[in-house]
Structures are given as structure tokens and as C-alpha cells.
């Protein structure tokens, strides 16, 4: 990989000192890395950022794996509805699927304070057993922070699946009803394929409902992709042929500025049962990215990597140092890490790892993984390589 000549000139006093190893390319990215295919310059920063440059770096145990952080997976037993006066007053269905479950009621702004008293909930029975209903000031003294005038209320252990009728007769306004089956077996899962993406990249959602364990193919799901400034996007879920549902989404170009994360929110019903579920991820405008070449110093232990950035700011590399041992394996020896402020154009991070940290008898080739540029002016991950290549 050549680079252009601007940028080679600026390097070459930085790379000088790493002659004993010739400048060579980033390994190509996998499935799985974050490679920006562009640059913006964003704002500058609005958080005071400290500028001193900072390097430092730590033994590892050879022995022990080094796993790549997995994507968070949602696991949901639980709902939120929305309804007025009138729907309570009527006499509101609830289709529960396990005993013990819990329904939360508080009033939105405006709304009348509820009462113990005043709550109502049969089922197909007759008036159903509560375990257990607490007030606005019951919870609070056990240390909830609850809105004023909420109520919960606990079915017993003998209420289990049925379709339940929650009555309040004097409510006025509108409320947020709040259902939470913590023994349930019908559970929402809702994952995204990554932790984190750049802007105008697409990601893949996947949504699945399980029953006693099972995949329900009779599950329904509507999604929306909700920025942290509060925009929002519908998105359109369709079946993925493994029993569940899934959806590819291109991500916005511009992201904004608001810090905070990213999430889809899931709104799901299977056979009647319905469930609501988040899953988070970070967002990131590509505002830096590496050159796509690497110098690695065998004696010094140091890893020159040169840096392309659109936006003054903080920027920091990660890296994990695998060296060959006895038996030919290569194993992780030495995490570093180096931040530094740079303008904007060509600047240099350097991870210093130690030989210190060689165990008796490891050394070349070696072999940086899990190679990571971010921003930390702006909190923001940019590029991350499971592997960036070898070196002797």
C-alpha cells in the first residue's frame, strides 16, 4: 500500500527511528473490523480535553485468552403501554404468561394520583389474588425512585397464564402501564452485529421470541432506530428464515453532536404476549482513521503508526502484542496504549510495549491484534482491527 506523498514526507523523521523494520501495510480488514472509508471534520470538542501525550503499557498472562468484546444482546420479559382514562375506567386486557408477574401504573403529567384502593384486576376466575400491592410512598421509602401517585401491584404464585382485566374507575389523564414477568419463559432478545459503526454504515439487527425455550413463528415486531438528540427512524423487520426476524439499516451520514448511545427499540407481540426490548450500540463520525501502514521496531519493542486526521482532537491507539512461544503458538504477552493530540492532517501514535514482558523464550514473529483508533475528545471508537499483520 503506497501512501500519498505528502503524507510519506511528513513521516519520515517519525518513522527513521523504526529502520529495523521497513514501513509495511495494515493487514486487509475482516468481516468483523471497522475500517472508515472516509473522513469529516466535525466540531471542535466541546469537553475540556487534556493535550499531553500519555504511553503506557502492561504484562499479560500468556495463558490466558484474550476475547474480542461480543455485541450486547437484549433479553426482555417485559412491556410498556400507554393509555388514557377511559381504557381504565373500561377495564384493560392483560395477557400474562407466567404467575407472580408485576403491573406498574403512574399517572403521566397531570394525571391523577392513583390509590391502592382504587385498583382493580380479575381474571377469568374472578377477582385475581395479589401477593402483594405497593403505593408511590411504599416504594419510595424501600429506596424506588417512582413517580408520585404510582401503584404496584404482584399477582400471586397461584395466578399464572391467563388474560387479565386491570380496572381503575376514578383515573383522569393518561398513564404508563408497566408489565413485568420475571418468571416467564417467553423472552424477547433483540442484538445488533457490532458494539459500534461509523456513520452511513449498515448494521444488521436480529430480533427472536422464544416460548418454553422454543422460537414462536408467529412473532410480530416493529423497531425503531433512536438517536441520542431524540430523531428517530422506523424500521421494517422481516423473517431471516432461522425462525426469527431481522433487519439491515443504513445509519445516518450526519450523527450529530449529542453525546450518548445509540439504540433500536423492539415492540413485539407472539400469540398475544407482548414485549418490548433495547439494545444499544455507539455511533461515531469517522474523524480520524490509521494511514493503512505500520512500522514494527523488534528491539524496541515499538510500534509506529501513522494517523490521518480530519478533525483536530485526542486521539488514542490500542493494541495487543502476541509474541511466538516454544511451542510455535503465538500467545498475548503486552497490552499499550498511546494517546496524543493532533491537528488536523498527518500525526504519529506510538505503542511502546515492554521486553520485559516476554516470558523465557517467546519472541518472533510477532503479531499486534485487536488494534483500535479512537477519538477521545469526542468519546467515539473509529477503526478497530482484529489483526494489524506480523513483524520479525
Known amino acids: 500500500m503506497r501512501l500519498p506523498i505528502a503524507i510519506a514526507i511528513a513521516l519520515v523523521p517519525a518513522l527513521a527511528s523504526f529502520a529495523a523494520s521497513a514501513a509495511q501495510p495494515l493487514r486487509a480488514p475482516v468481516a468483523r473490523d471497522q475500517v472508515p472509508s472516509r473522513l469529516v471534520a466535525a466540531p471542535a470538542a466541546t469537553m475540556n480535553v487534556e493535550r499531553a501525550p500519555v504511553s503506557f503499557s502492561w504484562k499479560l498472562d500468556p495463558t490466558q485468552a484474550v476475547a474480542s468484546p461480543q455485541p450486547f444482546v437484549a433479553q426482555s420479559r417485559e412491556y410498556w403501554e400507554t393509555v388514557d382514562a377511559a381504557q381504565l375506567d373500561k377495564g384493560l386486557p392483560l395477557k400474562m404468561s407466567a404467575p407472580g408477574s408485576l403491573i406498574r401504573i403512574s399517572p403521566a403529567q397531570g394525571a391523577r394520583a392513583l390509590r391502592s384502593d382504587q385498583l382493580q384486576i380479575s381474571g377469568s376466575r374472578g377477582a385475581a389474588k395479589l401477593q402483594s400491592i405497593a403505593s408511590a410512598e411504599q416504594l419510595a421509602k424501600a429506596g424506588m425512585d417512582v413517580q408520585a401517585g404510582s401503584l404496584i401491584a404482584k399477582l400471586d404464585a397461584q395466578e399464572g397464564a391467563d388474560t387479565y382485566t386491570v380496572r381503575v374507575p376514578k383515573a383522569q389523564g393518561q398513564y404508563l402501564v408497566h ?104 455511533v461515531a463520525a469517522p474523524t480520524a482513521r490509521f494511514d ?101
Request: no cysteine.
Open 179 to 282: 408489565v413485568f414477568e420475571p418468571a416467564s419463559s417467553d423472552v424477547l432478545r433483540a442484538g445488533v452485529d457490532r458494539s459500534h459503526a461509523l456513520a452511513g454504515d449498515r448494521l444488521r439487527f436480529d430480533v427472536d421470541f422464544s416460548r418454553t425455550g422454543k422460537r414462536s413463528s408467529n412473532v410480530q415486531a416493529e423497531a425503531l432506530l433512536v438517536a441520542p438528540d431524540g430523531r428517530s427512524w422506523p424500521v421494517s423487520m422481516k423473517a431471516n428464515g432461522a425462525g426469527g426476524l431481522a433487519a439491515d439499516v443504513k445509519l445516518p451520514d450526519q450523527v450529530g453532536n449529542t453525546p450518548g448511545l445509540w439504540e433500536l427499540q423492539v415492540f413485539a407481540n407472539a400469540d398475544g404476549i407482548q414485549r418490548d426490548a433495547r439494545t444499544a450500540f455507539a
Open 292 to 392: 493503512g501502514v505500520f512500522a514494527f521496531n523488534a528491539k524496541t519493542m515499538r510500534m509506529a503508526l501513522p494517523v490521518r486526521a480530519a478533525s483536530q482532537g485526542r486521539y488514542e491507539a490500542r493494541g495487543t502484542l502476541f509474541a511466538t512461544a516454544p511451542d510455535g503458538v503465538l500467545r498475548p504477552v503486552s497490552e499499550a496504549h498511546s494517546a496524543a493530540w493532533m491537528k488536523r492532517g498527518a500525526g504519529m501514535l506510538v505503542l511502546q510495549f515492554e521486553r520485559s514482558h516476554l516470558p523465557a523464550g517467546y519472541g518472533a514473529p510477532f503479531e499486534v491484534r485487536q488494534l483500535e483508533l479512537n477519538d477521545q475528545s469526542r468519546m467515539a471508537p473509529l477503526e478497530s482491527r482484529e489483526s494489524a499483520g506480523r513483524a520479525r
